[in-house]
């Protein structure tokens, strides 16, 4: 089958999540766009109440994508116990970038003084980038081209949410703007790390299943480094109609058993993706662990701190059959299955 990928020598050795130091609320930023608020005749409360983010997390000013990849990074390799010169390939799959070049990867690559024989590059899938770079890097192990690799990622959205903070406070904002730029309100910052290796005792990733539907649906969230323009029910829509073709295509070649599964590590959007995920599924809610609400989405980042947060709190222990779910602006969508 197109698009699907299963890993029969592949664990998961190291994952690591390393959050942003300071909190925003969704209160504070109504504060500061109260005189836009109250000329748009919108009520406050409407941040949190629609998206149910109470808060999320920004960097210091000035902090660069690369380092606190590189920080998770390090992380993640010192939990794998795997030694440094080892790593055989590093992908950056964060949105945010340091520079359009070099990329990002090489950056993380000397911050980590990463052997020169490991190669690194960025992968752009929006928020599905570090699933993707898991895939590729299993699909390198299984190939036998590389005995470990390591997938970063680092978000940071401070100078995004500023920036739009100042265009909606200014005196031409308008309701359709503030819809329009209602989604770059709910992104946060963060970083993470995984460490992938040849074994089949640990941690196993056994891969998944990836589906497309581009056509008409790829500018339904545009973002650029100082804003994000979406059309939040079309893309919940269509996200929606995707997620529901992409899981039942993978049940069936799977042959999965969607009520052995312990935990769903779902892409943190919104309380209302959230349940409409669910609901399109017809999976329990219950075991879907939540960060949405004081972290905010963080992009690919996302999936990966949501497990790395689960294994830290004991909701993902040894046995766990995990879930790792997500549908990205595009419009792509994709799970796979690890095997804690």
């Not at 969704?26 to 005189?35: N, Q, V, Y």
């Not at 899981?247 to 969607?258: G, N, Q, Y």
């Not at 993902?316 to 299955?337: K, P």
Request: aromatic share 4%.
């Amino acid at each position: 089958m197109r698009a699907a990928q299963r890993y029969d020598d592949v664990v998961i050795t190291g994952l690591a999540h390393v959050d942003a130091p300071h909190v925003v609320t969704s209160t504070e930023l109504e504060d500061r766009l109260a005189g836009t608020l109250g000329k748009l005749r919108i009520t406050p409360g409407l941040l949190e109440k629609l998206s149910g983010i109470a808060e999320r997390r920004v960097w210091d000013e000035g902090t660069m994508p690369s380092e606190v990849a590189a920080r998770a990074g390090e992380k993640a390799l010192a939990d794998s116990g795997v030694a440094r010169d080892d790593i055989g390939m590093l992908i950056n799959t964060s949105v945010s970038r340091d520079h359009l070049e070099p990329s990002t990867a090489s950056i993380v690559h000397g911050r980590m003084e990463l052997s020169p024989e490991a190669g690194n590059f960025d992968l752009g899938n929006a928020c599905l980038g570090f699933l993707n770079g898991m895939n590729v890097v299993a699909t390198m192990i299984e190939a036998g081209e590389i005995d470990h690799g390591l997938v970063v990622a680092g978000e940071t959205s401070r100078f995004a949410m500023e920036s739009t903070i100042a265009r909606l406070a200014g005196d031409d904002a308008t309701r359709q703007m503030f819809h329009q730029q209602f989604a770059t309100l709910t992104v946060g910052s963060g970083a993470v790390a995984m460490v992938l290796s040849r074994g089949t005792t640990g941690h196993r990733f056994l891969g998944g299943l990836g589906r497309a539907s581009t056509m008409g649906n790829a500018e339904l969230c545009v973002g650029q480094a100082d804003e994000m323009r979406t059309d939040s029910s079309g893309l919940l829509s269509a996200g929606m109609e995707l997620a529901g073709r992409a899981w039942k295509d993978a049940v069936s070649a799977f042959a999965w058993d969607t009520d052995s599964y312990d935990v769903y590590c779902l892409h943190q959007v919104s309380k209302v993706h959230t349940r409409a995920v669910a609901d399109q599924l017809g999976l329990d809610i219950g075991r879907f662990p939540s960060q949405f609400p004081h972290f905010g989405n963080i992009g690919p980042a996302g999936v990966p701190t949501v497990l790395s947060k689960a294994v830290e709190d004991g909701t993902v222990t040894d046995g766990s059959r995990v879930m790792l779910m997500g549908v990205g602006s595009g419009i792509n969508a994709a799970a796979a299955e690890v095997i804690w």
